[in-house]
């Protein structure tokens, strides 16, 4: 029987804190992302991560981004890489930045890497070499996706989760699952979990996480969703969680209960006016509600 998650996965995340820790007790989130169009997309991540609990989000984004980004809130620090696009000039900066990261956050960090990004061949490349450089523990959401299926067995090295939807999944695995039914999805998503060695959560109407060991479906969110952003809010969920110190796969499915049920409770409000800035500010009732 496939176990479906529920609000219970919450207490395995949160726990009561000591009142004697500081600041990075909570973790460093890196948020990689951003190019000359779509700016938001790490903006969304990094405050969805702030909502969940990371203690820091550090936004490493092409200039124009970054300079964006900026403005949207004093709470984001936002880096500005050298050009409009990432490519593999800005890797010195990205692999030095990664590496004062884990160090002024002992170890306590995590990487979110894709969101508006881009799939120019330059961009690509200086992914999978970003990943070839460093050892820290990954999301790999959007155009990252397509960067590292053109080097798959990278996933193997590395402690990753991957969340595709239905389209991504394909382009990483070559497997169309669009039109299959759950049970297949399920069967599917597990076994490409165990090829990669990675957490793989898939994306789609009954969100399915997946360690290759274990598979769990998560029965939250709602048709209001479709709207741009909400796939940047859960990479940057499980950012959060995994920079906290949890679990990679239990981070995936708290990820995915978290986001999904703040856009629930954000659309019976909202409807077709939800956004992603919405779904932001329904996390804190999720959580403590």
């Known amino acids: 029987m496939t176990i479906k998650v529920d609000k219970s996965i919450l207490k395995e995340i949160y726990k009561p804190r000591s009142p004697d820790v500081r600041k990075y007790d909570f973790g ?3 948020v990689i992302g951003g190019g000359g169009f779509y700016t938001g997309s790490p903006a969304l991540a990094g405050l969805a991560a ?8 550090h936004i490493l984004a092409p200039k124009r981004a970054a300079d ?14 050298k050009g409009e696009i990432l490519t593999e000039r800005d890797l010195p900066g990205l692999v030095g930045l990664t590496e004062a990261a884990k160090r002024v956050s002992h170890g306590k960090i995590a990487v979110v890497i894709g969101g508006g990004l881009g799939r120019s061949d330059e961009t690509k490349s200086a992914v999978v070499k970003f990943l070839e450089q460093t050892d820290v523990k990954t999301v790999i959401d959007a155009d990252a996706i397509h960067a590292v299926a053109l080097r798959k067995e990278l996933l193997k090295e590395k402690e990753i989760v991957i969340t595709p939807h239905t389209f991504e999944f394909f382009i990483l695995t070559g497997r169309e699952i669009k039109t299959l039914s759950l049970e297949d999805r399920i069967k599917i998503i597990q076994e490409e979990a165990e090829k990669f060695y990675s957490v793989i959560l898939l994306k789609s109407k009954i969100d399915i996480a997946s360690n290759g060991k274990e598979t769990v479906i998560i029965e939250a969110g709602t048709p209001f969703m479709t709207v741009g952003g909400t796939g940047d809010t859960l990479a940057g969920i499980c950012g959060s969680l995994i920079a906290q110190g949890n679990d990679l796969f239990k981070s995936a499915q708290a990820a995915a209960f978290i986001n999904g049920k703040a856009g629930e409770i954000a659309s019976k409000k909202l409807g ?4 992603a800035t919405d779904l932001i500010e329904a996390i804190a009732q999720v959580i403590y509600g």
């Open 28 to 30: 460093l989130l890196l």
């Open 272 to 275: 077709p006016a939800l956004t």
């Open 68 to 81: 964006i980004i900026a403005s949207f809130s004093p709470n984001l620090a936002a880096y500005p890489l």
């Open 50 to 57: 702030f909502k969940t609990g990371v203690d820091m989000v």
